[in-house]
């Protein structure tokens, strides 16, 4: 058949939408992890949201590390 | 407008608003067995029947049936297995085809009369069938490469520095396990469920404006089109009234041009007052 033809072998390149996905995956689970462990140190230090915004703001920057790391040029 | 018959007319209509149980078949076992139950029976059978009957007596030059069969699965292997997880692929073509003609069933659904949902828009159904596939993908990586050399694998970045990794494995961690195969449910989900969602609020949307639009008593008093809130004209706004007299020197041409209408409009005396 005609699809038998191709010539084998990874195609190794993704499409736009699975980019897209990935590298929101990576946002959205860096400000949850981090900002989860901020709330968690909140609690346990009593402070008032300061280390939520810290978390959230260090899990982003991560998150736009990986994204780089992963899908940057 | 006064010839227009309103749907709302007599009292609400018994399908509004939509209830719980519109996701239940009449006269059905009541809490199991939803609409979506059925249609995915039937998107089941449909795929077991075409792959059984085609290939129930399989010739070296293919009919009709079996060339559809053999041309679907030759994209599952050939366009899915090889292309993107390698040669290995082989191995998952049949899993990959079957996964592939169940959603493919499932999601014309959505455009098939009477039926009009894709059961694939119940975030339900993507999540088992994500779940089923990574469990799968787990399982062979772990087969493949050993459990640490896995975990190695899916939780550690390449090319980071090494005071970086207590930072970054658990996002790689959270994003490999659980983001990713959220995020892979979900886009089937919400482009599924956005179809729905976009046919209803335009039937349901196109429903309710055209019962608002429709108050005959209102037609029959005035006859302008300014905005009115709960059926009454803002403070404000002026009547125009097109039998009014009008201005000396003024024709009904020209004042109906914009800019004279506009001037015409706002600053007419209401015609009880005139």
Redesign the interface.
């Known amino acids: 058949?005609a699809?038998?033809q191709?010539p084998?072998?990874?195609?190794g390149e993704w499409s736009a939408?699975d980019i897209g996905?990935?590298a929101?995956?990576?946002l959205?689970?860096?400000m949850?992890?981090?900002g989860f462990v901020g709330w968690l140190v909140d609690h346990w230090l009593g402070t008032r949201g300061i280390a939520i915004g810290v978390g959230c703001i260090?899990?982003a920057a991560?998150?736009i590390?990986?994204v780089m790391?992963?899908l940057g040029a | 407008m006064n010839g227009q018959v309103s749907l709302l007319a007599e009292g609400t209509p018994h399908w509004w608003p939509p209830k719980v149980e519109d996701f239940f078949l009449p006269g059905w076992i009541y809490p199991w067995v939803t609409k979506f139950t059925v249609m995915v029976w039937i998107a089941v059978a449909i795929v077991i029947l075409f792959y059984v009957v085609s290939y129930r007596n399989p010739k070296l030059v293919p009919g009709k049936a079996q060339w559809l069969a053999e041309t679907i699965y030759s994209f599952g292997r050939d366009g899915i297995g090889t292309d993107i997880i390698g040669p290995e692929g082989v191995r998952f073509a049949p899993y990959l085809t079957s996964l592939l003609s169940f959603i493919a069933v499932m999601n014309i659904f959505g455009i098939l009369p009477f039926f009009q949902i894709a059961p694939t828009a119940h975030i339900a159904i993507p999540v088992a069938l994500a779940a089923v596939t990574y469990v799968l993908y787990v399982w062979v990586g772990v087969q493949k490469h050993g459990f640490l050399k896995f975990m190695k694998l899916m939780t550690i970045p390449a090319g980071a520095p090494g005071f970086m990794l207590p930072l970054l494995i658990p996002l790689e961690f959270l994003q490999n396990f659980i983001i990713r195969p959220f995020t892979l449910s979900v886009r089937l989900f919400a482009n599924m469920f956005a179809g729905h969602f976009i046919l209803l609020v335009f039937t349901l949307g196109g429903f309710l404006l055209l019962n608002a639009a429709v108050d005959p008593g209102l037609a029959a008093r005035d006859r302008d089109h300014l905005p009115r809130i709960a059926g009454r004209r803002p403070a404000g706004v002026r009547v125009r009234d097109p039998d009014r007299r009008l201005p000396a020197g003024l024709t009904r041409r020209r004042a109906l041009t914009s800019a004279n209408r506009f001037r015409y409009k706002f600053t007419a005396t209401p015609v009880s007052a005139a």
């Open positions: 058949m699809g038998d191709q084998p072998g990874r195609r939408a996905w990935t929101l995956g990576y959205i689970s860096g949850a992890f981090w260090l899990g991560l998150g590390y990986l790391r992963r």
